[in-house]
């Protein structure tokens, strides 16, 4: 049953497919009838990353995805071979992972199940249609306790230093009594470029993001590939602008876990949250980020307070001169990346002397909302002064880093 399969595209946001059909106002597809199938498939192997899904809102409790990825159930067909299983979430290994694969073959035809045998193959599929052969096996079913025995199906090794979200299209060929049974299941496999790194929080959107917006293999150089790979992510955070993510102030929810989860269930979330977002994605590919926060730490009428941008456009939002007391971004290898305003310098006396145009007195602490003080052109006490190049400790705006999300 081997077939070349034509390029397909992945969407932003596609969640695993769960429902039956296409479109609810649609006639519902066929039943999978099939009195032989692959009940299920379990993922398991050296370099597996296990995950949960998140959202899509805060109330609704994350999902912990275990080794069971793909479920039959009740299934249908689509396209005469191609199955939609019940269940079907997203496969995420690291480069260099060695897939183990367990199928389960069900007969769910009348009497014992017969004789047969199986084949399986399956092969990873990236955006351009270009195909890389996973594994290729076939036997003869085993019988056990009523059922079929699971057959285990050891898979290659993934390519070295790649991040990539492929499309993983198996072919089920099963024959009993002389009967075959052909059938293609395709499922998302997203591969990060490095194994992420320990306490990681790993959320099913963000290896998902993370993998199709680097697509492709890049030799470890060291930092000078590290600093490229989080350059094309940062770079590729206003590809979420259409899904409605954006900057802005936002009541964070309590109890309060970690700003990458907040980021992805909130659609409008402050530098906190996107910079928790952004080293969750960093790290996710095995690149080491720490969080760095410009902040004034004790305001006061009577010295700098507060900063004032240069009029810059924030994600998803209008260009603007923004004020604050504080903002966050991430440092990778000492190099900044702000995923609020999408930008990169060399290190954080560059980025300070590009974005923060001046200092200004005042009193109070965080900006609130209506004609909270921030608000006030120059500054409550109309006292701004321009932020001179290089950085200054005496202004009270101090650097503070660290490592959680």
């Given at each position: 049953m081997?077939?070349?399969?034509?390029p397909?595209?992945?969407?932003?946001?596609?969640?695993?497919?769960?429902?039956?059909?296409?479109?609810?106002?649609?006639k519902?597809?066929?039943?999978?009838?099939?009195?032989?199938r692959?009940?299920?498939?379990?993922?398991?192997?050296?370099g597996?990353?296990?995950?949960?899904i998140?959202?899509?809102d805060?109330?609704?409790?994350n999902?912990?995805?275990g080794?069971?990825?793909?479920?039959?159930?009740?299934?249908?067909?689509?396209?005469?071979?191609?199955v939609l299983?019940?269940?079907n979430?997203l496969?995420?290994?690291?480069?260099?992972?060695t897939?183990?694969?367990?199928?389960?073959?069900?007969w769910?035809?009348?009497?014992?199940?017969?004789?047969?045998?199986?084949?399986?193959?399956?092969?990873?599929?990236d955006?351009a249609?270009q195909?890389?052969e996973l594994?290729d096996?076939q036997?003869?079913?085993?019988?056990?306790d009523?059922?079929?025995?699971?057959?285990?199906?050891?898979?290659a090794?993934?390519?070295?230093?790649t991040?990539?979200?492929?499309?993983?299209?198996?072919?089920h060929?099963y024959?009993?009594d002389?009967?075959?049974y052909?059938?293609?299941?395709?499922t998302e496999?997203?591969?990060?470029?490095k194994?992420?790194?320990?306490?990681?929080?790993l959320?099913?959107?963000?290896?998902?993001?993370?993998?199709d917006?680097?697509d492709?293999?890049?030799?470890?150089?060291?930092?000078?590939t590290e600093?490229?790979?989080?350059?094309?992510?940062l770079l590729?955070m206003?590809?979420?602008?259409?899904?409605g993510y954006?900057?802005?102030?936002?009541?964070?929810?309590?109890?309060?876990?970690?700003?990458?989860e907040v980021?992805?269930?909130?659609?409008?979330?402050?530098c906190g949250?996107?910079y928790?977002?952004?080293m969750d994605?960093?790290?996710?590919?095995?690149?080491?980020?720490?969080?760095?926060?410009?902040?004034f730490?004790?305001p006061?009428p009577?010295w700098?307070?507060?900063?004032?941008?240069?009029?810059?456009?924030?994600?998803?939002?209008e260009?603007k001169?923004?004020?604050?007391?504080?903002h966050?971004?991430?440092e990778?290898?000492?190099?900044?990346?702000?995923?609020?305003?999408?930008?990169?310098f060399?290190n954080?006396d560059?980025y300070?002397?590009?974005?923060?145009?001046?200092?200004?007195?005042?009193?109070e602490?965080?900006?609130?909302?209506?004609?909270?003080?921030?608000?006030i052109?120059?500054?409550?006490?109309?006292?701004?002064?321009?932020n001179?190049?290089g950085y200054?400790?005496?202004l009270g705006?101090?650097?503070?880093?660290g490592?959680?999300?």
């Open positions: 081997t077939r070349n399969y034509l397909f595209l992945f969407l932003l946001g596609l969640l695993p497919t769960l429902a039956a059909c296409d479109d609810p106002k649609e519902p597809l066929p039943l999978l009838e099939d009195p032989l692959t009940g299920q498939i379990d993922f398991g192997g050296a597996r990353i296990y995950y949960e998140t959202g899509p805060w109330d609704t409790p999902v912990a995805v080794d069971t990825l793909v479920v039959m159930g009740e299934a249908r067909v689509k396209d005469d071979l191609h299983p019940e269940r979430h496969a995420a290994y690291a480069s260099d992972a897939p183990l694969l367990t199928f389960q073959p069900q769910v035809g009348d009497g014992a199940p017969p004789a047969g045998t199986y084949r399986f193959r399956g092969v990873l599929v955006r249609g195909e890389l594994f096996v036997g003869a079913l085993e019988t056990r009523g059922g079929y025995a699971p057959v285990q199906v050891a898979a090794a993934l390519p070295h230093d991040a990539r979200l492929w499309e993983l299209v198996i072919e060929e024959v009993a002389g009967v075959p052909e059938r293609v299941t395709r496999f997203a591969q990060t470029w194994a992420p790194l320990p306490n990681t929080k959320y099913q959107q963000i290896i998902r993001w993370g993998c917006w680097i492709g293999h890049f030799e470890d150089l060291g930092e000078t600093n490229q790979l989080a350059d094309t992510l590729s206003p590809k979420l602008v259409p899904l954006r900057y802005g102030s936002l009541v964070r929810p309590v109890p309060y876990t970690n700003k990458a980021f992805l269930d909130y659609k409008q979330s402050a949250e996107f928790g977002f952004f994605l960093v790290e996710t590919q095995g690149i080491d980020a720490n969080y760095l926060i410009f902040i730490p004790n006061t009577d700098y307070s507060m900063y004032q941008t240069i009029d810059i456009a924030a994600l998803g939002r260009s001169v923004w004020r604050y007391s504080d966050g971004l991430v990778v290898n000492g190099r900044v990346y702000d995923p609020t305003y999408t930008l990169i060399e954080a560059q300070e002397d590009y974005l923060f145009a001046s200092f200004c007195y005042g009193a602490g965080k900006c609130g909302r209506g004609n909270a003080w921030c608000l052109p120059d500054g409550p006490q109309g006292v701004c002064a321009p001179e190049p200054d400790p005496a705006f101090e650097r503070w880093r490592e959680t999300y």
